[in-house]
C-alpha cells in the first residue's frame, strides 16, 4: 500500500509536469527537446540485448565512464543504453561516448511510463549508479525479472535520515535490486540498515576516471591564454552564493597579477554570475570568447563552456571545488586530483565525506570554510609552489592506491546476467 500511495501522490503532480518542463525549458531550452521520452514514449530502435545504465547528470556520467568503456569491451554483441535526467547529462554522454551508445530520459516514476520505458527497451540487466532510488522502476524490474544493479552507491548520514522516514517503502525498494555495490563500508551498512541485502563493499569508480586524451595539452593551450607567468586560481563546479564568497576572498588578497577562472556548475548560471561579475565592476572575459592571451588588467575568466572541466584543472596553480562552501554537499574533488593540483574544499562535503575526509588526511586538500579562509589558503600556495607540488603529488598517490572498484563492479554484472 506504501507504493500505492507514492503512485497516486506522482500521479497528483503530474498535471504540472509539463509546467516544469516549460519553466526549465525558457532558462535551458535542451528541456524542450526529447520531452515524450520523460512520459515513456521512445521511437529509438534497438537491434542487440540491452545493457541499461542510468546516470542521472554529468557526475554520474563521467563516474560511469570507466565501467562504461570496459562494458563495450566486454559485451560488443550487446548494446549499452545509458538513461538521463537532465540535459547536462545527456550532453556528457555524448562527449564522452558519442555513436558507441544509445542515450534517452529515463522517464518519470509512473507506473504507466516505467512500464513503456521497460516494454520498448528490454534492457537484459539494469544498472543505477549511486543514490538513484525510483520505487516504481524497482518494483517494475523486479516484476519483469530484469536484474537491477545499485553500484557505485553512496548514501550519506543525512540521506539515510531523509529515506528512514519512508519506512516500508524503502526497504521493499532496496530489496527489488539484485545486488547493491557500494563505495565504503560506511555506506553499506546504512544501506543495510535501511533494509539492503546482497551488499558489496568495491571502492569508487570515481578514482578510476581517467582524464580525456587531449586534457593537458588543451591545459597548456589555455594556460598560455591565462599568461604563463601569472598565478591562476580556478573555483570549479560553483553553486549559487558561492562566487560572492569567492570574489570577496581574491578582493581581499591585494594580488594583481592573480587571474582567478570561475566555472560554474550549471550552464544556465553563466549569464547570472556574469551579471555579479559586472554588479562589482570586475575586468573580466568569457572563455567563449578567448581566442588571444588574457589582457593584463583582466582579474576573471568566467568558464562558461562544456566539457572543458579537466583542461581547466591542468591549467591552473590551485583548484577549489565548489559546492562546498555552502551546504549543497560538495562536487567531486577526485577530477582535481587525478591532474595533480592542490585541492581546497568548504566544509560540506557530505556527498563526498569519505573522499574529502582521506584527501585532507594524506594532505592533498585543504579545508577552506569562508572568504577569510579562502584567501589564507592561496596566498599560502602562490608564495610556495613546492607545497603546490607535494599536495598535487599527494592527491595522485590517492587516486592511484584506490583502484579496483570498475573490475569489482563488473564482476557483479556478470553475476547477475
Not at 12 to 32: S, T
Not at 248 to 266: E, G
Amino acid at each position: 500500500m506504501n507504493r500505492f500511495f507514492y503512485s497516486l501522490l506522482l500521479y497528483l503532480v503530474l498535471p504540472f509536469v509539463p509546467l516544469k518542463l516549460l519553466w526549465r525549458g525558457i532558462r535551458q531550452p535542451e528541456y524542450l527537446k526529447h520531452w515524450r521520452e520523460r512520459f515513456g514514449f521512445y521511437s529509438l530502435p534497438t537491434n542487440k540485448p540491452v545493457i541499461w545504465l542510468h546516470c542521472v547528470s554529468v557526475g554520474e556520467t563521467r563516474a560511469a565512464a570507466p565501467l562504461v568503456n570496459a562494458l563495450l569491451q566486454q559485451y560488443p554483441n550487446h548494446q549499452v543504453l545509458l538513461s538521463h535526467t537532465t540535459p547536462t547529462g545527456r550532453a556528457t554522454s555524448e562527449q564522452l561516448f558519442a555513436d558507441s551508445v544509445q542515450r534517452v530520459y529515463l522517464p518519470y516514476d509512473l507506473p504507466f511510463a516505467v512500464k513503456g520505458f521497460l516494454k520498448h527497451f528490454n534492457p537484459i540487466i539494469g544498472v543505477l549508479m549511486e543514490t538513484e532510488l525510483w520505487f516504481n522502476l524497482m518494483a517494475g524490474c523486479k516484476q519483469k525479472n530484469v536484474p537491477l544493479l545499485l553500484v557505485n552507491a553512496r548514501l550519506s548520514e543525512r540521506s539515510a535520515r531523509g529515506y528512514a522516514k519512508l519506512g516500508h517503502l524503502m526497504s521493499e525498494g532496496l530489496q527489488n535490486l539484485s545486488a547493491i555495490a557500494a563505495q565504503t563500508t560506511q555506506d553499506a551498512e546504512r544501506l543495510k540498515d535501511l533494509g539492503a541485502k546482497n551488499v558489496s563493499v568495491v571502492g569508487n569508480l570515481k578514482f578510476e576516471v581517467q582524464p580525456p586524451e587531449d586534457a593537458i595539452k588543451q591545459g597548456q593551450h589555455l594556460r598560455s591564454l591565462f599568461g604563463i607567468q601569472r598565478p591562476v586560481f580556478l573555483a570549479a563546479s560553483t553553486r549559487e552564493g558561492e562566487e560572492a564568497i569567492i570574489l570577496d576572498a581574491v578582493a581581499a588578497l591585494q594580488m594583481p597579477k592573480l587571474l582567478t577562472v570561475i566555472v560554474p556548475r550549471h550552464p544556465q548560471r553563466f549569464n547570472e554570475v556574469e551579471a555579479l561579475l559586472q554588479q562589482r565592476s570586475l575586468s573580466y572575459q568569457r572563455r567563449s570568447t578567448l581566442n588571444q592571451t588574457v589582457d593584463a588588467e583582466t582579474q576573471f575568466i568566467l568558464g562558461d563552456s562544456m566539457g572543458e572541466l579537466f583542461s581547466y584543472y591542468a591549467s591552473a596553480d590551485i583548484c577549489l571545488v565548489g559546492g562546498s562552501l555552502l551546504p549543497y554537499g560538495g562536487q567531486n574533488l577526485i577530477e582535481a586530483m587525478r591532474m595533480g593540483k592542490p585541492v581546497l574544499i568548504g566544509e560540506h562535503t557530505f556527498n563526498f565525506k569519505e573522499v574529502s575526509e582521506l584527501a585532507i588526511a594524506q594532505c592533498a586538500a585543504w579545508q577552506v570554510k569562508d572568504a577569510q579562509t579562502i584567501k589564507q589558503a592561496i596566498q599560502a600556495l602562490v608564495e610556495n609552489p613546492q607545497k603546490q607540488a607535494e599536495m598535487g603529488a599527494a592527491g595522485l598517490a590517492l587516486c592511484e592506491a584506490s583502484q579496483g572498484a570498475t573490475q569489482a563492479t563488473l564482476e557483479i554484472i556478470a553475476a547477475n546476467f
